[in-house]
């Protein structure tokens, strides 16, 4: 165990129920895409936060279109084969175009950005919410704090651990207990997700 991963769990495990999961698993790895905007183009098509467990219908267009790695250079290729294996709806073409509009416009080091900036950047995307640019910032970008509250299974998980009532804002709840978790937010996120994959199998 390196250091850095030694001062996540010691600062993560102040929180007596998080320190409790800790002690079943092992600390989840934070990585970095090599093509944000394919896992963008992943989270449009998808219509869901970008676990990529749950890329299937993005997998099944891509492999129509006999793409492995979505760029721009090659997009053509999936209008060619008519988005074959989604079901998209007028407003998820309409996202689809202004992300490639913005990409064409110009070529950014999204890893240079700070996490306030890319939800500027992306936030004024009709059908790119919250949600999936956080999940972009863990996912694809490798960002230590980031927390999705309102995620369905984090919240799931969180009201039964914590013993929340899932009646009375169960968000705010749940964000009131997460901002301990700062600055390793994300690795908290990975775990309580985790945490859920174990008991389920």
Known sequence: ??????????????????????????????????????DLMSCIIEQQIHYRSTKKI???VLNNAKIEDLTI?????????NFKGATLSIKKYETIQSVLDLFSDEETEWNSLKNEEIHRKLGVINGVGIKTIDSLLIY?????????????????????LYKLNPSFNLKAQINSITQDFSPYKSYAFLLFLKWKNKKTN
Do not use: C
Request: aromatic share 8%.
């Open 73 to 81: 250079q090659n997009f053509h290729k999936l209008e060619e084969s």
């Open 58 to 60: 993005f997998e099944r």
């Open 1 to 38: 165990m390196t250091k850095k991963e030694l001062k996540i769990i010691n600062h993560l495990s102040k929180d007596e129920v998080l320190g409790d999961v800790i002690k079943q698993l092992s600390l989840p790895k934070l990585n970095v895409s090599s093509n944000f905007f394919h």
């Open 140 to 160: 694809s970008l490798g960002r230590e704090d980031v927390f999705i509250p309102d995620d369905y299974h984090i919240e799931k998980i969180m009201a039964s």
